[in-house]
Structures are given as C-alpha cells and as structure tokens.
C-alpha cells in the first residue's frame, strides 16, 4: 500500500466521544466506540482488529483507505470446494457476507456539510444528500465500502443507463435495482399489442418495464415497490421520460387497488432470506412474493385480462426450487400459460468461468410467461 510518510491534514476534528448519525445498510447497530486508524495501518493489523469487532474511523488518506479495503478483500478470498451447486451457493453467499461484515468496519466521519474527514477526499456531499437527505447531527459515520457504493451510485444516475428499446435513459437511484441485465427487458418486446392498455407493474424498481410498456403505447401504468427508494426513482424518471401523466407509483405490497389489462411483474428470483434492504431485489425468503403474487393475479385481472410474469429458472439449476414447482404453482393459483418466451442469461456472471456458480449461471435460462385465469380457457 502507499504509504505517505508526510503527515496527512484532515478537514475538521471528529472529536472523541461526538454523538453522530450512523448509517449502515445492513441494519448493524451503530458502533459504541470508534478506534482513530490512519495510513500506518497495516492490512494485517486491521483485520486482526475488526475481527476482534473493533470499529476503525479511517483519518488518513482517502485513496490508501480504498487500498485497504481492497487489500482486506484479499486477505478474505479462500478457495473451498463444492460438490453441488446448492453448495457453492451457499458457500458463497457466507462469503459475501462476511466480506460485507469484515469490510464493513472500516468506517470514516463526515461533518454537517457531508465533508469527508480523509486527505485527498472526493466531494461525496451530493451523493450523500441523494441518499439521506440533509444530516441531522453534527457528524455522520457511514462503512467506507458503503460510501464508494454511493459515490458509484451517484455516477450512474448523473449519467443514465441505456436500456434496449428503451427511447431515453433511465437514472437508478442508490439501492434500486438496475436493469442492467437486459435479456429480460429484451423479452418485453414479445408482449403482443398494449396499446390503449391499462397496466399494474408490481415490484417497478426504477419503472423501467412500465415505461417500455407506455412507450409501446399502454394507456396507463399503476406501479408499486415496497421500497421508497424505488418510488422515489421511477417517479423522477417518469418525469424524465415525459411519461408522468400515464405513469403513477405508489409505495405499498404487490398489487395496486382494482383491477388492470395486463399485469407485468419481474420478481425477486432466489428463494433465500434477504440479508439487507438492497438484497429485497433479489431475494424472497420461501418464495412468498412469488406465492402471493400468483394468489392475487386472477382477481388483479380485469376480463379477458393478461399477467405478465418474468422469472429465470437460476433457483431451480441451484438446487432451490424442484423442477416443475412453477408449473405447480400455476395450477395451484388456478392460472394457464398461454404463451411464453424465454432467453438464455447473457448478463458478464453467466461467461465467467472463474464465478463459483459458473456451471449454473451458464445454464440459467430467463422466461416471460403470459399468464390468464384458467377458468378463462375453459
Ligand atoms: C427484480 S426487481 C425488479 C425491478 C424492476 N421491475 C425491473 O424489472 O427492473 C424486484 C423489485 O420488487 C420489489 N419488491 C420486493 N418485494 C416487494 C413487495 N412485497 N411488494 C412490492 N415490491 C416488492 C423490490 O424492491 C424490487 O424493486
């Protein structure tokens, strides 16, 4: 690591003892003490240290804390051996949350302002107000790891991201899930005529299917996510893309109130606990999004009204899911599948070979369902 001899200046004193905000998004309890550590601090020391559950206030440079972090990585990454997919799953998924914990522990200080206490320190105000808003306290400590997501976050949505098909760009907010995989945004082009169409998205993220769907011509989207941070964005991305007259998103569990044309839903897809609010994007502990999803569907339709599911079969290749539990799931909630498409994962994790769940990401295979009440076909 670099390591400048010179002594390095902060901007402000983070005094011993300051009351401060703390912000961790893994709901660990604020830190009672906070050890002062700066660029002399070795990686073997520090994880020596965290690992005894020690809180390091990084006070040296900005650029030596990031190699630290990087160094403690290093030191964390142990090759195991796994005989099953399930097992390499969940032996990696222990890892990562471990990382997380480990990493976690480095921590630094910001003062009223959303000034970072470290030498050579970015400007990280706005991306910091973008998340929390204005600071309460005096001082706020955040996990370093968790800032250099945000400063990530922030460059995302100044810059946009370009989605197939898409006519604009769509800004993700910090936290909300991005469409950054676009085999199943790409499979929305299958979706026969919306035109004049009233549509529920359930679980809307950054609104990204909403929009797609309103730029084909749906009348009108009614969307919810159970997560403010996605409300926040889909609203101001629908403002964005001038579609905030057809577009309304409110913060609330699975369906909107009534009944709609077509219901599109691209839901959490491996059936395991969520660790933290990010992972609620991913992860859905038993399967019960999926569950209540397919209960309310029938009664969320108007007649002769679609569901438009889209789900990748990764839990099942992982061992999470018996083959055929879908289809079973259907019959249960009294719906038929009229129609599908599907797509191969074409997203950087199914082609690295060096990615422990290799032999099941290459396989995955991503599936938009369209889904009627059964009684319908009959
Ligand atoms: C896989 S992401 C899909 C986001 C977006 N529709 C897309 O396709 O990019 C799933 C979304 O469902 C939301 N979600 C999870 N549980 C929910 C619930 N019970 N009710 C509403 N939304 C929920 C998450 O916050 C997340 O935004």
Redesign the pocket.
Same mark, same amino acid.
């Given at each position: 690591m670099d390591r400048p001899r010179r002594p390095t200046t902060s901007p402000f004193e983070f005094p011993p003892g300051a009351a401060f905000t703390w912000h961790s998004e893994s709901d660990e309890p604020a830190p009672t003490r906070l050890s002062p550590v700066d660029d002399g601090l070795s990686a073997d020391t520090a994880l020596k240290r965290v690992r005894r559950g020690e809180f390091l206030r990084y006070t040296g440079d900005f650029h030596n804390a990031k190699q630290l972090l990087g160094a403690l990585g290093r030191r964390l990454e142990r090759p195991w051996q796994a005989r099953t997919p399930l097992e390499a799953f969940r032996a990696e998924r222990r890892a990562r949350q471990q990382e997380h914990a480990t990493l976690s522990r480095i921590v630094v200080a910001l003062d009223r302002g959303y000034r970072l206490d470290l030498a050579r320190a970015p400007d990280v105000a706005e991306a910091c107000r973008q998340v929390w808003g204005e600071p309460t306290e005096d001082f706020t400590v955040v996990p370093l790891k968790q800032l250099l997501g945000m400063l990530g976050a922030a460059e995302w949505r100044r810059k946009g991201l370009a989605v197939p098909g898409l006519k604009g760009l769509i800004h993700p907010h910090y936290g909300?899930?991005l &469409?950054t995989r676009t085999d199943?945004v790409e499979l929305l082009a299958a979706v026969p005529d919306v035109n004049g169409q009233r549509v529920f998205?359930?679980?809307?993220?950054?609104g990204?299917?909403s929009f797609l769907l309103l730029q084909q011509g749906a009348a009108f989207v009614q969307a919810?996510?159970?997560?403010s941070r996605?409300v926040a964005c889909a609203r101001e991305n629908a403002e964005r893309l001038g579609l905030s007259q057809r577009f309304q998103v409110t913060e609330?569990?699975?369906f909107p109130e009534g009944k709609a044309d077509l219901v599109v839903c691209?839901? &959490?897809?491996i059936p395991e606990p969520p660790k933290n609010r990010v992972d609620?994007?991913?992860f859905d502990e038993d399967s019960q999004?999926l569950r209540r999803f397919l209960e309310g569907l029938p009664a969320a339709l108007n007649p002769g009204g679609e569901g438009l599911l889209?789900l990748s079969d990764l839990a099942v290749l992982l061992g999470l899911r018996p083959p055929g539990w879908l289809e079973e799931q259907f019959e249960r909630c009294g719906l038929t599948v009229v129609w599908k498409e599907s797509t191969p994962a074409r997203h950087s994790k199914a082609k690295d070979k060096a990615d422990p769940l290799h032999a099941a990401r290459s396989r995955e295979i991503t599936t938009l369902y369209g889904l009627v009440p059964t009684t319908r076909r009959e």
């Open positions: 909300v899930y &469409p199943y998205d359930v679980g809307t993220g950054t990204v299917l919810t996510d159970c997560d996605a609330g569990d699975l691209n839901p &959490p897809w609620r994007a991913v999004f889209i």
